[in-house]
């Protein structure tokens, strides 16, 4: 990669942004899966300056046990302090670590980059839920003259639901949907919340994600077999369902769902379909009608023509520069080579490269 890394060095030349790093990352096999992820959550800064920040407060626990989120840490440090400015790391130690914490990553099989990015964030918030757990039954065993006093603290005591801890992980990438179900006798509507960290969404042929965002929030009317149970009815009736977003996340995450199982092929097929997604996207399924604005900053691809085989690679956007990231690789590319990654408008293409996460961020203020 030394030639590769000087010749990005080159193209950026004085552009080149202070103490930015761009490290292409050693493939073992079968891991580029894990390397596209991991370059577009690095580029996605106020998740990595919580990473490098954890890193920090936590460095000096060296006898604490190894898991993801310190594994994760350490490499986003490592990058972050290269005194060279472009080259090549080997994510050895964070890759030992999945595997070993999750079988389904352990064979040489092609692996699923969402599943990853679902599996991984899930995980981040589980650990820093039990540090949190951890530090508050730490903090409460340390004064317990002041707990007798006081009498017990505990809000599930007096049968107060307790809040869920929020995480730096949620501030970042949770969003909240709820799920509306109007009776069409009585007209009552039934709403139901549920939080998320990304959006799969359906795809059709010649589409765009504004487009899939619409399907995705349609109304869909329960009838026949369907029919929804409504309390105030106190019987089956039918009803009109619909799913908008209650609360926007900070970074909005998109799955494009490529994969679909195909009955009469007893497999699963890669849709190659062409979904255009725009470098700047108003979300306008909101509960609030406002729209919210959000900025493309990294795109994960998949590579190849089946979901058993192929290849994942990644364009990051940084500091207004367009990157390339393929495993060891890294190059600039130009912005409108963005678009070559929408997918293919006919069935047979020799074109197999195609959008498969992309990451957005929110243009708004800053959520808190």
Not at 24 to 40: D, I
Request: proline letters at 3%.
């Amino acid at each position: 990669m030394g030639v590769a890394g000087s010749k990005l060095e080159k193209a950026l030349g004085d552009q080149f942004p202070e103490g930015e790093r761009y490290f292409g990352l050693e493939n073992f096999g079968n891991t580029c899966y894990c390397n596209s992820v991991l370059q577009a959550l690095y580029f996605c800064v106020p998740f990595r300056e919580q990473l490098l920040e954890y890193y920090a407060s936590h460095k000096n626990g060296a006898d604490a046990e190894d898991n993801l989120l310190t594994c994760l840490a350490d490499l986003f440090t490592q990058i972050n302090s290269q005194k060279k400015k472009t080259g090549v790391i080997a994510p050895k130690r964070f890759v030992q670590r999945l595997k070993k914490q999750n079988e389904l990553f352990r064979s040489y099989m092609h692996q699923d980059a969402h599943e990853f990015l679902n599996f991984l964030l899930n995980e981040l918030v589980d650990i820093l839920e039990k540090e949190a757990q951890a530090a508050k039954k730490e903090a409460e065993t340390s004064l317990p003259s002041e707990k007798a006093a006081t009498g017990p603290k505990n809000p599930q005591s007096n049968g107060v639901k307790k809040e869920p801890l929020v995480t730096w992980v949620h501030k970042n990438f949770q969003g909240i949907l709820t799920n509306e179900t109007r009776c069409l006798r009585c007209e009552t509507v039934t709403a139901r919340d549920e939080a998320f960290l990304d959006l799969s969404l359906d795809i059709e042929q010649n589409s765009s994600i504004t487009s899939c965002l619409k399907n995705f929030s349609s109304t869909e009317t329960l009838n026949a077999e369907d029919k929804f149970f409504c309390d105030k009815c106190c019987s089956l009736q039918e009803a009109q369902k619909r799913m908008k977003i209650k609360k926007t996340p900070h970074i909005l995450v998109i799955h494009l769902k490529r994969f679909k199982y195909i009955e009469k092929l007893g497999r699963y097929k890669k849709l190659s379909y062409r979904v255009v997604f725009p470098l700047e996207l108003k979300l306008s399924n909101t509960v609030e009608d406002a729209d919210s604005e959000y900025s493309l900053f990294a795109v994960v691809v998949h590579v190849g023509s089946g979901p058993n085989h192929g290849h994942y690679v990644s364009l990051v956007k940084s500091h207004n520069h367009w990157l390339f990231f393929d495993d060891e690789n890294v190059e600039m590319i130009d912005e409108s080579a963005v678009q070559t990654f929408f997918g293919s408008a006919q069935e047979y293409s020799s074109n197999t490269d195609h959008g498969y996460i992309l990451f957005y961020e929110s243009l708004g203020a800053n959520k808190s």
